[in-house]
């Protein structure tokens, strides 16, 4: 039942956007329910997936693993890359957290009314490449997802977008594709510094149960030059990158005697590049100007998911491929990776605060809250990983009814400034009682689930300067200050817009700004309960991941520590 | 007489490695004998090429290409590389007779004479005999073949604007024939002989001074880059590309390349395994490939930025592909020859996918992009073809060309990790940075397709049923090697090629 139910889930969108393609335009109201029941089956698969879970397991679960291809080398061995998918716990919940806002970002796209047939085929393109990411344990198969994710976006953006979607677009597309190319980059280096123990063992003449007990046997000849290049088998799967005992001697990546530039180990410099990669797509600030723009100019909907569910690539990319292959430059650059994070906390809610459109707002906003995320993952402590994952989860639910509450006013007005509204809480009261809501969790109100997210990060962050110093006390300190900005730009939002008495810049917009439809409900319902459960039952999602996020912290600190004391010698 | 009596009976023996090329020849002239009669038949004419180019594929496919051999009395080699690149070689010019059944009123009549389809057939046939020669001899021939079919097809609108690029390709193309042959007799005059593969030409090589050997070579080289259109022999290429029909473009944009790929590997190989030897001046030809190739990287992305013409566009872009290709041989390994051989396929169906969908544009002889505007709307599935094809040519995943591209950086990344070369990580770096730029001129293509509108010509494009089926299967092939290369690749690494 279970065995192949990661590939059911990424499936079911890929197909249904086929049928979508296929179906002649007549067929144009029915693009709508295909597209929202082949999410909403998709949901099903990830409540089951969460279901079968075992979180007290170490380790992939739902495991599958195909062969796709093989490049051989000659001499030089062979190269092999897999169709291999699992999840651990954290991204078990991002599945989860997919699905639901994937679902919920299909209902809110009811409201696209040109080329509906181009927006739908689209979307579900990107649900499925979403899906792909977050289950991918091949480091090629993930890449081929990351990349893919491109190209729907850039349309989806460009072609239902606001009236700077052409550049916004394209921004966009570049950002990441220049970021993506540096992970390219290192992965390619992986691809040929790693083997797959089993399968060259398998190469050399083992049988294939043979070959799996005699892994670390394998390792160990392939650290005394014993294996020679031709039985080789290279991989781009996850599984053997973690562990240096896979790494070939002497080749880029390696421990032993790897490849130098400018007096700095190659490995370290391949961190480096993971990190910024995935920092563009996070984004941290420097690299994060690419989201206001694209955030302001996306239809509500994939302002939805961009919020809701893509940053989390990056964050999650962080997390499984930069910390988790290269841990020692976790430890090495932690401080830097917390000062970016600083950074970005500080400078998006400055910038959140000086905006005078309300999506631009909390498009920052969602800079500075993913600037907590770095900030909770640099401290590598139980509390502060745990409160990234959590934050990554809590904003997730958060943004996007922010954004879906900002798509309320402007399918309305179509004016989203700040300025032009006051006194809005005396007309709608319910919409006005969703926003206080979004607002106090966004800015971290206790009982709401942004709460439990950036006081585990503080936690953290102060535990670790007081303990494994990866974080100094100046930072940990200057980050609360993101707090009280935050509830700084949120409140004076508040005030602005809702308080006082009713006034619209237009006259004319006085009718248009009634109740809620049912569909908003629909959509914000869900959202408002997961961000109370969120806040009231933090083990909803504490228990799946805290056996991942303890595996992760404790592996990375221990073979960082050891990794760095062999890189030593290495560095001048 | 004694002596030339045994060497005739050897030229049976010899030639029936040729047989597919002997095919060609046949071709040529059995189109010309129909272009004879007084009545046009187009149709006749096309059928005939198509037919004589599926045998000559047909011929090449049994061909072990598991051993090599010499053959044609010793100027040529039967080996992987020549027969993938004569295959390649083949379909390229079985794609220009295919897509010119329908070509558009506006490119010209060109498509109803025997000449033009003896031409494609003759380019393919001078094509494949550079990509199995390893004797300077054939190979010049073979070129100066290549060359002149090029220069007269080139004027196939037959309009004072193709004739001023086909004067250009002309006076650039001679000069630099005659370089190369000032080269080709230098080397002749150090080793005493042009076979690439005798003992003679090594001993030779070894026994004369270095400079003058570089000179030498780098002249010999140059007429192999100018057919790549590799800086700093490029400036012919967008001129002739922008003037000439979109069959034709596209063979001048894919066939003389891929054909010299065989014989640059070679030659390259054998200077540099000399080189090596040479202790007190050696030459390092990894670091002056892996510049040339930096260099056409840089100068072909560059330079597309700033086209408003599609075919321009494209031949700014087939530069910057050749800059790829040049960084796969550079590498000098034989994972570089395998992303090197992978490139070119992917380059081939790519390439022609992009001229033939230039067609949805297809308004006057110079295709603006600005043509594109809002085909993507009222041909949708025009607009999806377009869409395959800009994504293989960037190297976005799901295409062959994302696979090419990893393909080249690995083999650039595993020559970085054997040999430490500075220019080798220069040029990887530089190959990642137009990877990037080159998103900035692609992504016009669709962007005019969807974003730009209203639609300026209403009456729509006239792209018949044909090139759509074409199309659709050239970008079935880019979408189906990403899914499953295993074959593909299996048979790239089973191509062995001579020394």
């Known amino acids: 039942m279970y065995q192949s139910l990661l590939t059911l889930l990424f499936l079911i969108p890929l197909l249904a956007a086929l049928i979508i393609a296929l179906l002649p335009q007549s067929l144009r109201p029915y693009y709508k329910i295909i597209t929202t029941s082949s999410l909403g089956f998709s949901l099903a698969c990830a409540i089951a997936l969460l279901w079968g879970f075992d979180s007290n397991a170490i380790g992939y679960q739902f495991y599958e693993k195909v062969q796709w291809f093989g490049l051989s080398l000659g001499s030089l061995g062979k190269v092999q890359v897999n169709y291999e998918l699992g999840v651990d716990g954290i991204s078990a919940m991002l599945v989860f957290l997919s699905a639901l806002i994937l679902l919920i970002g299909a209902v809110s796209s009811w409201e696209i009314d040109k080329q509906e047939k181009g927006f739908y085929a689209l979307y579900l393109l990107l649900s499925a490449s979403i899906f792909g990411c977050f289950i991918a344990l091949d480091f090629f198969l993930f890449y081929v997802f990351f990349e893919f994710m491109l190209l729907p976006m850039y349309f989806l953006i460009g072609l239902w977008g606001g009236p700077k979607r052409e550049y916004a677009s394209i921004k966009f597309f570049l950002y990441t594709l220049a970021g993506s190319l540096l992970i390219l980059l290192v992965m390619i280096a992986l691809s040929l510094s790693v083997i797959d123990p089993v399968a060259t063992g398998q190469e050399m003449g083992l049988s294939a149960t043979e070959a799996f007990e005699q892994i670390k046997n394998t390792q160990g000849q392939l650290q005394k030059y014993q294996i020679v290049a031709e039985n080789q088998v290279h991989t781009f799967s996850l599984l053997w990158m973690n562990d240096a005992t896979n790494f070939v001697p002497r080749s880029a990546l390696s421990m032993v005697g790897g490849l130098q530039f400018w007096g700095q180990h190659a490995r370290l410099w391949a961190f480096l590049a993971l990190l910024i990669g995935f920092a563009i797509k996070l984004p941290s600030v420097p690299f994060h100007t690419w989201l206001p723009d694209a955030h302001v100019e996306a239809p509500t909907s994939i302002s939805v998911v961009l919020a809701g569910v893509l940053l989390k690539i990056g964050a999650y990319g962080i997390i499984r491929f930069a910390y988790g292959i290269f841990p020692e430059g976790a430890l090495y650059y932690s401080e830097w990776i917390a000062g970016l994070g600083v950074l970005s906390i500080l400078y998006g809610a400055l910038n959140a605060l000086a905006m005078k459109d309300l999506k631009k707002m909390v498009a920052y906003s969602s800079v500075s809250h993913m600037g907590y995320v770095l900030l909770g993952l640099a401290t590598l402590t139980i509390e502060g990983v745990s409160g990234a994952v959590y934050q990554m989860i809590s904003h997730g639910f958060i943004s996007p009814l922010l954004f879906l509450l900002v798509g309320v006013l402007y399918l309305r007005t179509h004016n989203r400034s700040i300025e032009d509204y006051r006194g809005l809480a005396s007309r709608m009261p319910v919409f006005t009682f969703f926003v206080i809501v979004a607002f106090f969790a966004s800015s971290g109100l206790p009982g709401l689930a942004g709460f439990i997210g950036e006081i585990l990060i503080y936690l953290g962050a102060f535990k670790s300067a007081g303990g494994n110093a990866m974080v100094p006390y100046w930072m940990a300190l200057l980050a609360t200050l993101g707090l009280v900005l935050g509830a700084a730009y949120y409140l004076w939002t508040l005030q602005r817009m809702f308080f006082g008495a009713f006034w619209t810049r237009k006259p004319e917009w006085e009718p248009l700004l009634g109740k809620l439809s049912l569909r908003e409900y629909l959509m914000f319902v869900p959202l408002l309960m997961g961000i109370l459960l969120l806040g009231i039952f933090p083990s909803l999602i504490l228990d799946i991941i805290s056996t991942s996020v303890g595996h992760f912290v404790e592996s990375t600190l221990q073979v960082g520590e050891e990794n760095l004391r062999q890189l030593a010698k290495f560095i001048r | 007489m004694e002596r030339l009596l045994p060497f005739l009976d050897s030229v049976p023996e010899a030639l029936k490695g040729l047989l597919p090329e002997m095919l060609l020849l046949g071709g040529i002239l059995l189109v010309l004998l129909i272009g004879m009669g007084k009545q046009i038949r187009p149709k006749l004419l096309a059928a005939v090429s198509v037919l004589v180019l599926l045998g000559y594929l047909a011929l090449l496919l049994p061909v072990s290409i598991d051993t090599t051999q010499a053959m044609g009395l010793g100027l040529g080699v039967a080996d992987g590389l020549g027969w993938f690149l004569r295959i390649l070689v083949g379909a390229a010019a079985l794609l220009t007779v295919l897509i010119s059944l329908s070509s558009t009123e506006q490119e010209g009549s060109y498509a109803q004479q025997a000449e033009y389809y003896a031409l494609v057939l003759a380019m393919c046939l001078a094509g494949a005999l550079v990509a199995v020669s390893t004797h300077l001899l054939l190979l010049f021939v073979a070129i100066e073949f290549l060359s002149i079919g090029g220069y007269l097809l080139t004027q196939f609108h037959f309009t004072a604007k193709s004739a001023e690029a086909s004067m250009k390709y002309i006076l650039f193309g001679a000069a630099v024939s005659a ?291 074409i199309g659709t299967f050239l970008c079935f092939l880019l979408l189906l090697g990403f899914l499953m290369p295993n074959g593909l690749l299996e048979l790239i690494y089973r191509v062995k090629f001579a020394f």
């Not at chain 2, 002989?193 to 570089?214: E, H, K, M, Q």
């Not at chain 2, 800059?323 to 590498?331: E, K, M, N, P, T």
């Not at chain 2, 062959?400 to 220019?423: C, D, M, R």
Request: glycine share 6%; with cysteine; charged share 10%.
């Open chain 2, 179 to 469: 370089i190369s042959l000032f080269g080709i007799s230098l080397l002749y005059g150090f080793t005493g002989t042009l076979d690439l593969n005798s003992y003679d030409f090594i001993r030779g090589l070894l026994s004369s001074a270095s400079l003058p050997v570089l000179l030498a070579a780098f002249l010999v080289i140059g007429g192999m880059l100018f057919k790549m259109a590799a800086v700093p022999y490029h400036f012919w290429m967008p001129d002739v590309l922008s003037h000439t029909p979109v069959p034709i473009a596209a063979l001048l944009a894919t066939l003389p390349k891929l054909a010299v790929l065989g014989i640059l590997v070679r030659l390259v190989k054998r200077l540099d395994d000399v080189s090596l030897i040479f202790v007190d001046a050696a030459v390092d030809w990894q670091a002056i490939l892996a510049v040339i190739a930096l260099l056409t990287l840089l100068v072909g992305n560059l330079a597309a930025l700033y086209q408003t013409q599609l075919k321009r566009l494209l031949a700014y872009s087939s530069i910057a592909h050749v800059g790829f290709l040049l960084a796969a041989i550079a590498c000098f390994s034989s994972l570089g020859i395998q992303s090197l051989l992978f490139y070119g396929l992917m380059y081939v169906i790519a390439t022609y996918a992009a001229f033939l969908m230039s067609r949805s544009a297809d308004t006057h002889q110079l295709i603006l992009i600005k043509d594109l505007t809002a085909v993507g709307r009222t041909h949708p599935w025009q607009g999806v073809l377009w869409t395959i094809t800009v994504m293989a040519l960037i190297g976005l995943p799901p295409s062959l060309g994302f696979t090419a591209k990893v393909l080249v950086f690995s083999a650039l990344w595993e020559s970085i990790q054997n040999y430490y070369h500075p220019w080798l990580w220069a040029l990887l770096l530089v190959s990642i940075g137009a990877t990037v730029l080159s998103l900035f001129y692609y992504l016009r293509i669709p962007y005019y397709l969807y974003f730009k509108g209203p639609a300026i010509h209403l009456s729509g494009n006239k792209m018949s049923k044909i090139d759509i089926w």
